[in-house]
């Protein structure tokens, strides 16, 4: 059974050149899927953005662990999304940042 992490956060209308690529944004989601398949259990990552909430755009960043001893692991990582995100630019603001674990339905 599958375990996801996922943190969210918004940002206003005018940010979305952040997620260009080569922007700030989009070269911290990039680390992030670049660095978390080299940790035990790890099975893929997205990153999306919402299309209908108006004058700003939520941001969720998911990572799909194959064992909740796996994702367990990855929250007391130095890789946590939360840590990369606030570490890096933009800085996102830890307030700013909700996060949540979840379980595959079987």
Do not use: C
Not at 16 to 42: C, D, H, K, W
Not at 65 to 93: A, C, G, N, Q, Y
């Amino acid at each position: 059974m599958a375990y996801v992490y996922q943190v969210h956060f918004n940002i206003e209308s005018d940010q979305m050149n952040q997620l260009e690529i080569g922007a700030s944004l989009e070269r911290v989601l990039g680390y992030l899927r670049t660095l978390l398949p080299s940790q035990l259990g790890f099975i893929a990552a997205r990153a999306i953005y919402s299309l209908d909430i108006p004058d700003k755009t939520q941001l969720i960043f998911q990572s799909i662990w194959d064992t909740w001893d796996d994702i367990d692991v990855h929250r007391h990582s130095s890789l946590l999304e939360d840590k990369i995100l606030t570490e890096f630019e933009p800085h996102v603001p830890l307030e700013d940042l909700v996060s949540h674990v979840y379980e595959e339905v079987p």
